[in-house]
């Protein structure tokens, strides 16, 4: 079936002309009508509009243009804009919001041909670790449906472990792309803050937003990357540099290699098999011709605490901008204080809340050198630890997560254990770093995926291809597909 | 960085966003726990560190200052929730 394929296959398959764009993008929907209602990945899918993208990109095809992501159906993240589509960032306040304009990455996979379609559900403003924080019900795992997906980009993940797009793209923050694609077992790249452009992302901590891809195997997240990446200058934390062939770096050895093993990463209340499963992973890269040895991130203890200071913090302002004047919801109120101050009590959820106050507070007068400043130079600290450790390793090798999928539920009446469910996925925007993340195995019983984070050096990504390609041709993990019964 | 004090009332007035008791009262138990937490990160000597506000900064990005094309007014408009005349419609701020 063509949803089931990764996006190198189907481009090769349309490239022959051995099947149409039409045919793919139908089997996506397809595919959706019969399994969303178990796993709940999509918010809303505009299937008139996908068809007519589809049949576009036929006519492309059939005048002989060819291009890796040519006809290729990709689905979004609820926090991306796409001009005449809804984007509601899983929150009420929105409303019935639609985007006036594309965002820059959807306009770059729309020049490459790619179809643009659906609205991935996700936790309400890309705040949370399990997709429960969405204004519209939670996603599901596929592997296990009585389990969360991993967040803030549950749908995303679940969308492409279920074979309901070919990709999807996200946006991590602190974690939000690596610890869902290894909850559901993707492969979830974080790209080097600054590569991708986030003109259209919806914002939540603009010091560590990105946007980044889900797929089904390296390569496809190497084809994505190329499509994305690059200077806009619509986002002056742009970067202008250019972007390289990223799909170079694929098949190359990695003969030769040092890969560091932060020590700290070691922590009590890892899950056995997930320990175990990265353990293999390692002796695997090993045996592929890797060098790996232990290095030291000091100041890894304290990232949790400095992400919950600067993430509210950013979040606590860029959220003030909905405020029931310009766009979304209105409750209305007898003077613009109250006006405002009804709108977000009605429209934001409870995690939402809990981030803007903590937001608010470490900003407040009298607190702010105590908890924000020191906060930014503890991220100065991190982000050291991580340039004093590129100087002996390549790239770094860690879990993804501590544990596998958790069940629906369990932490959601605890937000700071919700919190530390990202411990190892928070340095890497702290420090402004790449990250990838891919299936390394699975836990026995329940059969669920297991992630095995690599951390890149700024602009790193090709180094992280390189390794993940190399593993993932070693090893059976990629090629899995959840018992999703349709 | 002394115990939590915060006044839970005066932030959400800081922040205009209306809570309920209930939600008073959960949240402010809730953060009392999270900045308990965060309160290690009085343990580190940032005395002589310098503080990151990005990753990578970029200094006075700058663009040519010519006219392009911008947003259509209606279309800048279509998603406001009270409009007249072109225009936002809010409560009355002058007497």
């Known amino acids: 079936m063509l949803n089931q394929l990764t996006i190198s296959a189907l481009a090769a398959k349309l490239a022959t002309r051995a099947t149409t764009a039409r045919a793919a993008m139908q089997a996506c929907l397809d595919q959706i009508a019969r399994v969303d209602g178990q796993i709940h990945a999509f918010l809303s899918h505009d299937d008139a509009d996908a068809l007519a993208q589809a049949d576009a990109a036929d006519k492309r095809l059939a005048a002989g243009e060819r291009g890796p992501l040519l006809g290729v159906p990709i689905a979004m993240k609820d926090v991306l804009c796409v001009k005449g589509q809804p984007a509601n960032c899983a929150s009420k306040i929105l409303g019935k919001f639609v985007s006036p304009y594309d965002a820059t990455v959807v306009e770059k996979l729309r020049a490459a041909g790619a179809i643009i379609f659906g609205r991935l559900n996700m936790d309400e403003f890309a705040m949370g670790s399990s997709t429960e924080n969405s204004a519209f019900g939670p996603t599901l795992n596929p592997w296990d449906t009585t389990r969360i997906p991993g967040g803030s980009s549950g749908g995303s993940a679940a969308a492409v472990a279920a074979d309901e797009a070919l990709a999807t793209l996200g946006s991590d923050t602190g974690g939000s792309i690596r610890q869902p694609a290894a909850l559901c077992g993707c492969v979830g790249l974080k790209p080097t803050y600054g590569l991708v452009s986030r003109y259209g992302l919806i914002a939540f901590a603009s010091s560590l937003d990105q946007i980044g891809s889900f797929t089904k195997d390296v390569r496809d997240a190497a084809t994505v990357l190329g499509a994305i990446a690059g200077h806009d200058p619509r986002d002056s934390s742009s970067v202008p540099r250019p972007v390289p062939d990223y799909a170079a770096s694929l098949g190359r050895s990695i003969k030769g290699l040092k890969l560091g093993l932060p020590k700290e990463y070691m922590i009590g209340g890892m899950d056995p098999e997930v320990k175990a499963a990265v353990d293999a992973a390692v002796k695997q890269l090993t045996a592929l011709g890797a060098e790996v040895v232990e290095i030291s991130l000091p100041h890894t203890d304290y990232a949790v605490a400095v992400y919950y200071i600067v993430a509210t913090a950013e979040a606590s302002a860029n959220l003030a901008r909905f405020d029931g004047i310009r766009y979304g919801a209105r409750v209305d109120g007898a003077d613009p204080t109250a006006l405002y101050s009804n709108t977000r009590g009605a429209g934001f959820g409870p995690e939402v809340k809990r981030r803007i106050i903590l937001g608010t507070y470490v900003l407040s007068s009298g607190y702010y050198d105590a908890y924000y400043l020191r906060a930014q130079k503890v991220r100065t600290l991190i982000r050291q630890d991580f340039l004093n450790a590129f100087e002996k390793v390549d790239a770094i090798v860690t879990p993804t997560t501590p544990t596998a999928a958790f069940k629906v539920g369990e932490k959601s009446d605890d937000p700071l254990q919700m919190y530390l469910s990202d411990i190892f996925t928070i340095s890497c925007n702290l420090a402004g770093i790449p990250g990838l993340s891919l299936p390394c195995g699975f836990t026995r019983s329940p059969k669920l995926p297991i992630g095995l984070q690599l951390l890149g050096k700024p602009f790193g990504e090709e180094t992280l291809f390189q390794i993940a390609h190399a593993y993932e041709q070693a090893t059976p993990w990629h090629g899995e597909k959840p018992p999703l019964k349709g | ?95």
């Open chain 2, 1 to 95: 960085m002394s115990a939590p004090d915060f006044d839970i009332q005066y932030v959400a007035h800081l922040a205009r966003l209306k809570l309920t008791a209930d939600e008073e009262a959960k949240l402010g138990s809730q953060l009392t726990n999270i900045l308990g937490y965060i309160a290690k990160l009085k343990e580190v000597d940032v005395a002589n560190v310098e503080p990151t506000a990005h990753a990578f900064p970029l200094v006075n990005v700058m663009r040519a200052d010519e006219t392009r094309p911008s947003l259509p007014h209606d279309e800048a408009m279509r998603n406001a929730p009270a409009k007249a005349g072109g225009l936002f419609v809010v409560p009355k701020i002058v007497e």
